[in-house]
């Protein structure tokens, strides 16, 4: 299967893309996340794994050794997907200025 020609996608060898990830863990033993901060008693056992920045072969190795909590921690994961929400706005807002 031939896919079709995008005259703007090209294979220009100068051109390079990034892939930029950042990752939120939720039902953590501990609390790490700037909401939390923001606002005390919410958005508990959220932490912020990794902030957005361009993925490498450390965010690999790190999540290669990332091992499940033995305690019994309810998480939320609306908490969880409200903080990575909150992280994607701030770091849009900062390229902006």
Known sequence: MELP???QRSLDP???TSVVLGLVLFGTEDTDNQLHGDIPDSYEHVKVFKT???ADTDLCNAL???KPSKADV???FLDGLV???DM???KLKKKKM
Do not use: A, E
């Open 14 to 16: 100068t051109r390079t």
């Open 5 to 7: 020609h995008n005259p």
């Open 74 to 76: 309810q998480g939320d």
């Open 88 to 90: 994607i706005d701030r």
């Open 64 to 66: 290669k050794d990332l």
């Open 83 to 85: 903080v990575s929400c």
């Open 52 to 54: 957005l920045d361009i």
